[in-house]
């Protein structure tokens, strides 16, 4: 109840002048509005001495006029003094002063007198208290409200018993207006009532007076508030009326924090509560706010989700379909795989151009370039997935995207499968065999790598058929609609799954030829890229899985740059750096360049397998054993084999023109 502010006074005058007392010892001043009925009216008894207790207060009364009759008459009165009124009490008597008149028929006039003087008629009062000389001039006096309403109610009561004696005791000539011994000694209640409600007559305030079948008078009433006045006094404001409705003006009322619609104070045991928010109701009037979640709309004080994809109006009380969203190519989750990926795109154009314009280079001769430029454009498509990834999903995109992403990979572990098992199988088995390897010339090494990407390429388009491409809406967190190409978690795990295995066996091949003589760097290039690979998609899976869609997507697109990076940068940026500044090393052994390495001392590039047949070996990769031209000999480095013949190395790998 502390919040209550409102009162609604329905008490005798005395009760409301002691509430307002009580009010004043309670050091409540100024927290209620006041609200009284007709009984307070506009009376100054309730208030006086206490103004400022009923200050903004709104009060009621009946319309009325003040009668100038009553007033020159209730003026004119004044106490009985002595023997004035000679035993007259049915009538008044002339007063001394003219135009006056003693009052003699009202024997409460002298304490009234004597109250509102404050002073005394009786002789043995003590001299502290004034006598009443009956000359005391009435001041502040105003005419009490229902003067006016007592004087009709005398009228309508006249008018029922004129009516009762017309319909029962006048004679048929409508001579005679008296009460007939039918009506003796008084007029039947019921029947004089029936007729008063019956009567219509204009009133002394010159408005109608009649009544309803319940018999209540027509209300016309009058709105008052209780005003502090610019002076500082406080007088009643006429602010509004009430005739059948309501009229009332808002820019009248003048409350303690100020005037108008903007200061009317606002009384209730608990607010509003604020848009998104229902009640929970502690009693009848009060309650708590409490907040529906961000996607839920109130409805009846209820809580209600909406349907995914949707979202609660402005007004929170429905659902408004939501638009599905893309990840716009500005957002960081984008631009950063977006950025990542141009350089790529830019990084492999320039190594192609560069094995391009070094092609029948010995370093680029040595390294396989077939499988070079296979790889080569993997590593490009790998990179242009960012933005097919990327792209607003479409039955085309998704089409794309189910094609590509494992396709791109695919060719790249193809190639780097191809090469690691070739090398394996020459150093592995080289002193176990005689006969020539078969399969290891450059058209073989395509045609194996086409046959490995083959297989992927055959399983999406499988993948296709058995589940067509298509779009889709997510909701991955409330609020939110985006849209995706409908695959299944399974299919996209199916679909890497070969790229997995191939992977793993490239690992493989990289461990197993990890010893090769150490002037091979091939092999350790392989080495690391594939072990940084593995490293990456090991992290890859679990925040693909376990992530929302914008980590998913950005996931994806950095594993599969990275993965592209680390084969670009390992095994092809040795390669474009020895080309572009070290030419000196991108020599052919014996070349008339090079003073130390003449054509009679090719059996220093050449190593003898058992049976002593002998496959030649030259540099293909960075010359970390290499230097400049040197003097005879300087270059070479003996090493025996098991039939305890002497080798001599210098940079040493699989040439490709050397096996059919």
Not at 7 to 19: F, G, M, P, S, V
Not at 233 to 258: C, H, P, Q, V
Not at 299 to 319: E, F, I, L, V
């Amino acid at each position: 109840m502390q919040n209550v502010k409102p009162l609604n006074i329905q008490t005798l005058l005395n009760y409301t002048r002691k509430l307002l007392q009580a009010t004043v010892r309670a050091n409540r001043t100024g927290h209620f509005m006041w609200v009284g009925s007709d009984s307070w009216g506009a009376k100054v008894h309730p208030v006086r001495d206490q103004e400022f207790v009923a200050e903004g207060a709104i009060t009621i009364l009946p319309y009325r006029n003040a009668l100038q009759g009553f007033d020159d008459y209730y003026l004119s009165l004044r106490p009985r003094m002595g023997d004035e009124c000679r035993g007259q009490t049915e009538s008044n008597v002339p007063h001394k002063l003219e135009g006056k008149m003693v009052n003699c028929r009202n024997i409460w006039f002298r304490e009234f007198w004597s109250q509102h003087h404050k002073c005394t008629f009786s002789a043995n009062a003590s001299s502290d208290v004034a006598r009443c000389t009956g000359m005391e001039v009435l001041v502040d006096y105003e005419q009490e409200g229902l003067v006016p309403f007592v004087v009709d109610a005398v009228y309508a009561m006249a008018h029922g018993v004129h009516s009762v004696i017309e319909e029962e005791c006048v004679n048929n000539f409508g001579t005679a207006h008296y009460l007939c011994e039918t009506l003796r000694p008084a007029p039947d209640g019921p029947r004089l009532l029936q007729h008063i409600r019956n009567v219509s007559f204009i009133g002394r305030q010159n408005t109608e007076i009649k009544f309803n079948a319940d018999g209540d008078a027509y209300g016309f009433y009058n709105i008052y508030q209780y005003q502090r006045k610019e002076e500082g006094r406080f007088d009643y404001t006429l602010i509004g009326t009430w005739k059948e409705e309501l009229s009332l003006d808002i820019n009248m009322t003048r409350w303690a924090t100020g005037v108008g619609e903007f200061h009317i104070p606002r009384s209730m045991c608990s607010e509003n509560c604020p848009m998104g928010h229902v009640r929970n109701f502690v009693e009848a009037c009060c309650w708590s706010c409490v907040a529906c979640r961000e996607d839920a709309y109130v409805y009846n004080d209820t809580c209600k989700n909406c349907y995914p994809g949707y979202a609660p109006n402005s007004t929170m009380t429905g659902c408004i379909k939501l638009t599905a969203e893309v990840i716009p190519w500005t957002s960081p989750w984008a631009l950063v795989p977006l950025i990542f990926a141009s350089i790529g795109i830019l990084s492999t154009l320039f190594t192609t151009v560069v094995f391009i314009r070094f092609n029948r280079t010995p370093v680029i001769m040595a390294s396989g370039r077939e499988l070079c430029y296979v790889l080569l454009v993997g590593i490009l498509s790998c990179y242009g997935m960012s933005f097919v990834i990327l792209s607003k999903p479409t039955t085309w995109n998704c089409t794309y995207l189910r094609i590509g992403l494992g396709l791109c990979l695919s060719i790249c572990y193809s190639a780097i499968l191809t090469k690691t098992n070739r090398i394996s199988r020459i150093f592995n088995q080289g002193t176990k065999r005689i006969k020539r390897l078969s399969y290891t010339s450059p058209k073989s090494q395509v045609v194996i790598a086409s046959g490995i990407t083959a297989v992927q390429l055959i399983g999406t388009t499988v993948w296709l058929i058995i589940e067509p491409p298509d779009t889709t809406e997510i909701h991955p967190y409330p609020l939110s609609a985006v849209l995706t190409c409908r695959v299944s978690t399974f299919s996209l795990m199916m679909s890497l799954v070969y790229n997995m295995f191939l992977i793993l066996m490239c690992t493989l091949y990289a461990f197993k030829t990890r010893k090769i003589p150490e002037d091979f760097n091939e092999a350790k290039y392989i080495g690391f890229t594939m072990y940084s690979t593995c490293i990456v998609w090991l992290a890859f899976v679990p925040i693909y899985f376990g992530t929302n869609n914008d980590y998913k997507i950005a996931s994806m697109c950095m594993c599969i740059n990275i993965s592209a990076s680390v084969a670009l940068g390992c095994l092809f940026t040795p390669k474009v750096y020895l080309v572009l500044f070290q030419p000196y090393k991108n020599v052919r052994p014996g070349h008339p360049n090079t003073s130390g390495m003449q054509s009679g001392n090719r059996g220093a590039y050449s190593m003898r397998f058992a049976g002593g047949r002998s496959q030649t070996m030259q540099s293909m990769t960075s010359g970390s054993r290499s230097s400049p031209p040197m003097s005879r000999g300087a270059g070479r480095d003996e090493r025996k084999h098991a039939n305890g013949e002497t080798q001599a190395l210098a940079s040493p790998s699989v040439e490709e023109t050397s096996v059919s």
